[in-house]
C-alpha cells in the first residue's frame, strides 16, 4: 500500500519559516516527480511546487516563487518544502503528492498518490 505521510506543518508568526517533510511508502518515487499542493476552506486545490526525479527540474506557483524552495532525497524516498517570509495568505493544509512518469506538471488531475496534509498556519 503505498502512503505519503506529510509533517512539519505548525503555527507560525509572519515572516517566520517552516520546512515540511513528506516520507513515501510502499514503493518508491525515485524516478517520478513529486509536487506539493495546499488548499484552504472553499477554495480549489492550488499548485505549490514540484520536483522532477533527477531534481534538475522544479517549478513553483508565481505566488511562492523566490520564498518556497522544493527539494527531495531520493535514497529516503522523501520530498521536502522549504517554507520562508511566510505570510498569512500562505494558511492552508498542504499536500504532497506523487505521479507516474517523468514529466513535471502542475495540474493535480494527473497526481494520483497524496498524503493526508499538514496544516501551516500564519499568524499576522
Known amino acids: 500500500q503505498v502512503q505519503l505521510v506529510e509533517s512539519g506543518g505548525g503555527l507560525v508568526q509572519a515572516g517566520g519559516s517552516l520546512r515540511l517533510s513528506c516520507a513515501a511508502s510502499?514503493?518508491?518515487?525515485?524516478?517520478?516527480?513529486m509536487g506539493w499542493f495546499r488548499q484552504t476552506p472553499g477554495k480549489e486545490r492550488e499548485f505549490v511546487a514540484a520536483i522532477n526525479w533527477s531534481r534538475v527540474t522544479t517549478v513553483y506557483a508565481d505566488s511562492v516563487k523566490g520564498r518556497f524552495t522544493i527539494s527531495r532525497d531520493n535514497a529516503k524516498n522523501t520530498v521536502y518544502l522549504q517554507i520562508n517570509s511566510l505570510k498569512p495568505e500562505d494558511t492552508a493544509v498542504y499536500y504532497c503528492?506523487?505521479?507516474?512518469?517523468?514529466?513535471?506538471?502542475?495540474?493535480?488531475?494527473?497526481?494520483?498518490?497524496w498524503g493526508q496534509g499538514t496544516q501551516v498556519t500564519v499568524s499576522s
Open positions: 510502499g514503493r518508491t518515487f525515485n524516478k517520478n516527480p
Open positions: 503528492a506523487a505521479k507516474e512518469g517523468a514529466v513535471v506538471v502542475k495540474s493535480d488531475r494527473l497526481y494520483p498518490y
